[in-house]
């Protein structure tokens, strides 16, 4: 494993050269979304200037060239989350849609009296279409909560039963910083006859990840929160899961045979790739697949470990800052977020912004988890792979900063 030079791999990240009301921008937003490389912008721009052209149905020269690359990072996909087969990967505008097009196949399988469990941390991609799923079908949407700041495992143990049909969890929680050990809680829902499905929004971008280890049925990522474009994503499914599945779009690209009154669908991953996709995204995806590769998701998660583990203890020692997920560095991924007494999130955010640092302030798609904890909104700071200490740093002396400005105005 090779020790990440944050301040190097900076240079690669054109967006984050610049100047934000006379300061050095410090970019500590990855959790909403990460900034792109050049290689990937490059990639992005070399498909539309010498390869523009649809995939799978021209023989012309710029067809197939757009055709092997489109299946190319389709390939570099399935390997950076060790699927068995292509046929696995599906392309999806990001992971809200992977999660909306399980919960379709869900409605198609719930019956009244059945349970899908979740926990109080999800994000809204991943509750409201199960609420969604649950409303039609007169299934039960059941919970799991919190204890030390993370899932309460003896809560999932004890919520799962012979009536749960699927159990949908978020990896990494985009508030807490909490990472969940989806394995040992697949195991749990298999021996139950449930399905298991894990949000990788949070995940796959920080931390190596395979998912015929984790053993789930489904698994979702966005390309925007791992240096990829917007607009791309993948839904990962079992293959013989997959096959029972119902494409939720029709029309052209998936169809194998039409006539006048029927159709039928092609092989995997195609049925369910319906229309032109986001051919460049996707490309563009595949070299942040392989830029992340090349420094090595290990090296990732022990650099992100390692910025934790330096910032927790500053924060912590703020006076009237309140920090929510859990305190051990080991137990969280790059996700801290927090409240200062007496002052409102986005006053704190936009404080900051004065500063050069970029936070998120709000509820994070997540009220239900900022109800559960009593608060109404957040800041939060979340760490990727140009972050260094220096950074962190900034963010303390900021915070430091907000507080004594306000606290001298009030």
């Avoid at 039609?136 to 012979?162: E, F, I, M, N, W």
């Avoid at 509820?363 to 559960?372: I, K, N, Y």
Wanted: charged share 25%; glycine share 8%.
């Amino acid at each position: 494993m090779v020790k990440l030079d944050a301040e190097k791999l900076k240079k690669d990240f054109p967006i984050l050269d610049q100047v934000i009301n006379d300061e050095p921008l410090v970019y500590l937003d990855n959790a909403a979304t990460t900034q792109k490389p050049k290689q990937v912008l490059e990639a992005l721009a070399a498909y539309y200037q010498t390869d523009n052209a649809n995939v799978h149905r021209g023989v012309h020269t710029l067809a197939e060239r757009a055709t092997r690359d489109y299946e190319a990072s389709r390939e570099k996909a399935r390997r950076f989350i060790n699927a068995k087969s292509t046929k696995e990967i599906l392309f999806t505008r990001g992971t809200t849609t992977g999660l909306n097009w399980v919960a379709a196949f869900a409605k198609e399988i719930l019956k009244p009296g059945d349970e899908v469990l979740i926990s109080v941390m999800e994000h809204h991609s991943n509750l409201i279409p199960w609420q969604e799923a649950c409303r039609q079908t007169g299934a039960k949407l059941v919970y799991a909560y919190l204890k030390d700041g993370q899932l309460d495992l003896d809560d999932v143990r004890s919520k799962l039963s012979p009536k749960t049909r699927f159990v949908s969890l978020a990896h990494v929680s985009n508030v807490l910083g909490a990472i969940n050990p989806v394995k040992e809680i697949a195991e749990w829902a298999h021996a139950k006859g449930a399905y298991m499905v894990v949000d990788g929004a949070q995940s796959a971008p920080h931390m190596p990840i395979d998912v015929q280890d984790l053993d789930c049925d489904f698994f979702t990522l966005s390309g925007h929160k791992m240096l990829g474009p917007t607009g791309i994503g993948l839904l990962y499914g079992k293959e013989d899961v997959l096959n029972q599945m119902t494409p939720l779009e029709f029309g052209g690209e998936m169809i194998d045979f039409v006539s006048e009154q029927e159709a039928s669908w092609k092989d995997l991953p195609w049925k369910f790739e319906a229309g032109t996709p986001n051919i460049a995204g996707a490309i563009a995806l595949g070299a942040a697949f392989d830029y992340l590769d090349a420094l090595g998701m290990e090296s990732i998660h022990a650099h992100e470990q390692e910025l934790v583990a330096y910032l927790l203890p500053k924060l912590q020692d703020i006076e009237g800052l309140t920090l929510y997920g859990p305190l051990d560095p080991h137990r969280r991924a790059g996700v801290l977020s927090f409240n200062l007494e007496g002052l409102h999130p986005h006053d704190v955010a936009t404080a900051l912004d004065y500063e050069g640092v970029a936070v998120r302030a709000g509820h994070h798609c997540a009220q239900p988890l900022l109800g559960h904890l009593g608060i109404s909104s957040a800041a939060r700071a979340s760490l990727y792979v140009y972050n260094t200490k220096a950074d962190c740093d900034k963010l303390v002396e900021a915070l430091l900063k907000t507080k004594e400005f306000f606290n001298g105005t009030l």
